[in-house]
Nanobody, 123 residues
């Protein structure tokens, strides 16, 4: 599975962005997917995850209620809708996929990774 994240950019605090993660490979619809992010000088951290069908989602506390993960298996794409963005949300956002959705979702548990997309939130 190859993943390509897109949709990042510069936005003012309080604004919104939608990230997309396009996957290649006919088995993607059977994979769980997740978004992670890495801010400058910090370790990569979990943001949100979704199971293969989209029936189950998980969020880190600091984005719960502001960010929403979804997927369209017909398009082999996972989305991250980010609302009420804060300067602390500034980071490179990565999408990842794995056959199994762990609990908790950990970086080491994700088999496939895409290149990141930069999100910058100005104050």
């Amino acid at each position: 599975v190859q993943l390509q994240a897109s949709g990042g950019g510069l936005v003012q605090a309080g604004g919104s962005l939608r990230l997309s993660c396009a996957a290649s490979g006919h088995t993607f619809s059977s994979y769980a997917a997740a978004w992670f992010r890495q801010a400058p000088g910090k370790e990569r951290e979990f943001v949100a995850a979704i199971n293969w069908s989209g029936s189950s989602t998980m969020y880190e506390d600091y984005v719960n209620g502001r960010f929403f993960i979804s997927r369209d298996n017909a398009k082999n794409t996972v989305y991250l809708q980010m609302n009420s963005l804060k300067p602390d949300d500034t980071a490179v956002y990565y999408c990842a996929a794995d056959p199994v959705l762990g609990d908790p979702v950990e970086e080491a548990g994700m088999e496939y990774w895409g290149k990141g997309t930069q999100v910058t939130v100005s104050s």
